[in-house]
């Protein structure tokens, strides 16, 4: 079983950053692909960002040129760096991991952005 824990949000004022981090419990980190979902009120959850065992990322449009993924594989964490933050990055964000399907989520973590 596979629990990961995110840390990292508060509020932030428009133009700032934040640093999010989500640590994964278990062995086999190293191989997973892990993502980055949030969900704003009243909206959908989305995808935010991915990355692969291998490294490769990919971002929805919206966050590309401000958020970057990373992993630490050594500390079982992934992190996502948001800089130039907008009023629409508000939203409770999530970590997720699996091998192909995404099959295990964090409870999330809260990012408000004030104008």
């Known amino acids: 079983q596979v629990q990961l824990v995110e840390s990292g949000g508060g509020l932030v004022q428009a133009g700032g950053s934040l640093e999010l981090s989500c640590r994964s419990s278990?062995?086999?980190?190293?191989?997973?692909?892990m993502a980055w979902y949030r969900q704003a009120p009243g909206k959908q959850r989305e995808m935010v960002a991915t990355i692969t065992n291998g490294g490769s990322t990919n971002y929805v449009d919206s966050v590309k040129g401000r958020f970057t993924i990373s992993r630490d594989n050594g500390k079982n964490t992934v992190y996502l760096q948001m800089n130039s933050l907008i009023s629409e990055d508000t939203a409770v964000y999530y970590c997720a991991a699996g091998m192909v399907k995404l099959t295990y989520w964090g409870q999330g973590t809260q990012v408000t952005v004030s104008s």
């Open positions: 278990g062995s086999d980190f190293r191989i997973m692909r």
